[in-house]
C-alpha cells in the first residue's frame, strides 16, 4: 500500500521545526566555541553597521579590536562591574532582587528601568536584537542560563568589555580606549575607565569625549562604588586565582 502523502501545513510545520532545530544546534554550538574563541562580531554590531550603510550616516566609522582579558586593564573591569552589575560574582546570572525592585516601581508607575546582568548583557548583546518583547526576553533567558553554565565568569566578564558599546560606532574596550583617550585598554587608569563605564547605559547620547555634567556625576559615583568592591582586588571575587597586572 503507497504511504499517505503529508499534507502541504504537515510538510511546512515540519520543515519549520527542522529549520528552528538546526538554528538551535547551530546558536549551541557558537556558544560553545566562544567560550575559547574570540566573538569577532555580535549581533549588536551587525544591527549598528548595516543601520549606517542603510542611512548613509556621516561621519560613522565602525571600530573594534578583540583583546584577551590580559590587554584589559583591571580598572575596567571594576568598573563595568561597579556601574552595571555589583553582585556579578555572586548571582547564577540573575539579580533577583533587582528585579523585584524593578517590578515593584513599575507597578507603582515610576520609571521603568533596566535590571539586566552582565551576563543577560552579554547573551542580548552577542546573540539577540533590542526590544522588550517577551520572546526575545525569553531566549535572552534561556541563553543566560547556557552562558552562566559553560563559560566562568572571567570569560563572561571578557566578552562584554570586548562588546559593550561605547560610542558611535565604537564598540569594545579596546577601540575605546584608543578612540577617546589614545592609548591601549591595557593602560587605562580608573579615571578613564569608570568615564568609560558612566556612558555604558545609553552610549549614543551620553559621550565621553564630550562629558556632560550628568556623565561626571556618574564618572565619581563608580569611582566610589569601585572603591567600596575593592577596586582591582575584587576581581579575586569572579574567579579564585584571577590575576590582571595594574
Do not use: C
Not at 566562544?34 to 561621519?59: I, K, N, Q, S, Y
Request: charged fraction near 20%.
Amino acid at each position: 500500500m503507497a504511504r499517505r502523502r503529508r499534507s502541504l501545513p504537515s510538510r511546512l510545520l515540519r520543515a519549520l521545526l527542522a529549520a528552528a532545530v538546526a538554528l538551535l544546534l547551530a546558536l549551541l554550538g557558537l556558544l560553545l566555541a566562544f567560550r575559547w574563541v574570540p566573538v569577532p562580531l555580535t549581533a549588536f554590531m551587525v544591527r549598528d553597521r548595516v543601520g549606517a550603510l542603510v542611512t548613509r550616516a556621516p561621519g560613522y566609522e565602525f571600530r573594534h579590536d578583540w583583546v584577551p582579558w590580559e590587554r584589559i586593564s583591571p580598572h575596567a573591569a571594576v568598573a563595568v562591574i561597579a556601574a552595571e552589575d555589583q553582585k556579578f560574582a555572586s548571582h547564577s546570572g540573575f539579580d533577583l532582587e533587582s528585579i523585584d525592585q524593578a517590578l515593584e516601581e513599575a507597578r507603582r508607575g515610576g520609571r521603568v528601568r533596566g535590571a539586566s546582568t552582565l551576563s543577560q548583557q552579554v547573551a542580548k548583546n552577542v546573540f539577540l536584537w533590542p526590544g522588550q518583547s517577551w520572546l526575545r526576553k525569553g531566549l535572552e533567558a534561556g541563553l543566560t542560563v547556557l552562558i552562566e553554565l559553560a563559560w566562568p565568569k572571567r570569560r563572561i566578564l571578557e566578552v562584554y568589555l570586548n562588546s559593550a558599546q561605547f560610542g558611535r560606532g565604537v564598540w569594545g574596550i579596546e577601540a575605546a580606549s584608543r578612540r577617546f583617550f589614545d592609548k591601549p585598554a591595557a593602560a587605562l587608569n580608573r579615571h578613564e575607565a569608570a568615564l568609560l563605564a558612566a556612558v555604558l547605559p545609553n552610549p549614543i547620547r551620553l559621550r565621553a569625549d564630550k562629558p556632560s555634567g550628568f556623565v561626571r556625576s556618574r564618572q565619581q559615583w563608580i569611582l566610589r562604588q569601585m572603591d567600596a568592591l575593592g577596586g582591582a582586588a575584587h576581581l579575586h571575587a569572579i574567579e579564585p586565582g584571577v590575576s590582571a597586572a595594574l
